[in-house]
C-alpha cells in the first residue's frame, strides 16, 4: 500500500471514530432530554458545536466528555470511548483549539509574513511547507498534515462562507518554496481566490516605508456569538488570545496593514506580473 493510500486510510478510521462518538453524544442527549440548543446553552458553547461534534466534524475533547458524561448520566461512556480514538491526528494540542474556533467563525482575517495562508495553499506547496519542517517528518506524516491542511479550506467554500480577509506580505509570494512549478500553481490560487467574492487578498508590497506587522502573522477571528478572538504562532507553540486588549490592538494593527497593502484591484495587477515573470 503506498504511503498517501496508508494516511487516508487511517484518516478515514479516525473520522469513523469521531462520528461514532458524535453518535453516542447524540443518543445520550436525546434520552437525557436535551435538544443540542439546550445542551451546548449548558455549557456556554454554541448550538454549532455541540452539532458539529455529533456529525462527526468535531472532535470532542476530554474535558467536555467528562462534563457530559456527569450531566447525561452515562456513567463515563463518552470519556471511554476516547481512549480508543485512532491516534492519527498530527494537529498539536496546542492549535485544535484555535481550528476548532477556525471552522465555525464568521468572519477570519489573518496576517502572513512567513507562508502562504494554510487556507489558500496549494497541496504541493503545503507538501513543500511539511518537508521543511526541522526535525523532519517521514512522508507519513506529511501526507496526514496535507490532507488536513486541504480539509480546512473547506471553510471557503461552505454555502455561507465567512466574510474573510488576507494581507500577505510580498516576500512571501516571491519565495520558490517548492520549485517554479509550486510557485506558480501556488501564485495562480491565490489569483483565483483574489476574484472570489466575499473574500479579500490584499499584498503589502516591498519598498513600503512604515509596516504595521513587524511583530509577525496574526489572525482574527469573530465567533457565531460575535466573539472576537485572536491567535498567534511562535516556533514551539501557539497562543489563542479572548482578552479584549489584547485582540482590540491586533485589531488595530490589521486595519493599519489593510491601509499599508495595496487595494484588492492593485493585488490582482501584482499577481497577474508575477505569473507574467515566471
Do not use: C
Request: net charge negative; aromatic share 8%.
Amino acid at each position: 500500500m503506498s504511503t498517501t493510500t496508508r494516511s487516508r486510510s487511517r484518516a478515514r478510521r479516525n473520522a469513523s471514530a469521531m462520528k461514532m462518538v458524535g453518535a453516542l453524544l447524540a443518543v445520550f442527549r436525546e434520552a437525557a432530554g436535551y435538544t443540542q440548543r439546550s445542551l451546548a446553552e449548558r455549557f456556554f458553547v454554541s448550538e454549532q458545536q455541540i452539532a458539529s461534534i455529533e456529525q462527526g466534524r468535531r472532535p470532542l475533547k476530554p474535558d467536555l466528555a467528562e462534563r457530559l458524561d456527569e450531566l447525561l448520566g452515562t456513567k463515563g461512556a463518552l470519556s471511554e470511548a476516547l481512549k480508543y480514538m485512532p491516534e492519527v491526528d498530527l494537529v498539536p494540542l496546542w492549535a485544535e483549539e484555535y481550528l476548532d474556533r477556525e471552522r465555525e467563525a464568521v468572519a477570519i482575517s489573518v496576517y502572513a509574513s512567513l507562508a502562504v495562508p494554510g487556507q489558500l495553499q496549494t497541496e504541493a506547496y503545503a507538501r513543500a511547507v511539511f518537508r521543511s519542517r526541522v526535525p523532519v517528518f517521514d512522508e507519513d506524516e506529511i501526507e496526514q498534515l496535507v490532507t488536513a491542511r486541504m480539509e480546512r479550506q473547506v471553510i471557503l467554500h461552505r454555502k455561507v462562507p465567512p466574510t474573510t480577509s488576507f494581507v500577505i506580505w510580498e516576500p512571501v509570494l516571491r519565495d520558490f518554496l517548492g520549485g517554479k512549478d509550486v510557485y506558480v500553481e501556488q501564485v495562480r490560487k491565490v489569483r483565483e481566490y483574489a476574484d472570489t467574492p466575499g473574500l479579500s487578498v490584499q499584498i503589502l508590497p516591498l519598498g513600503r516605508t512604515s509596516h504595521a506587522g513587524l511583530d509577525g502573522p496574526f489572525v482574527l477571528l469573530e465567533t457565531p456569538e460575535y466573539q472576537r478572538l485572536a491567535y498567534t504562532e511562535t516556533q514551539r507553540g501557539s497562543q489563542l488570545i479572548a482578552d479584549r486588549d489584547e485582540v482590540a490592538i491586533l485589531t488595530q494593527k490589521y486595519a493599519m496593514l489593510r491601509t499599508q497593502a495595496l487595494n484588492t484591484e492593485d493585488t490582482r495587477e501584482l499577481l497577474d506580473r508575477l505569473l507574467g515573470e515566471a
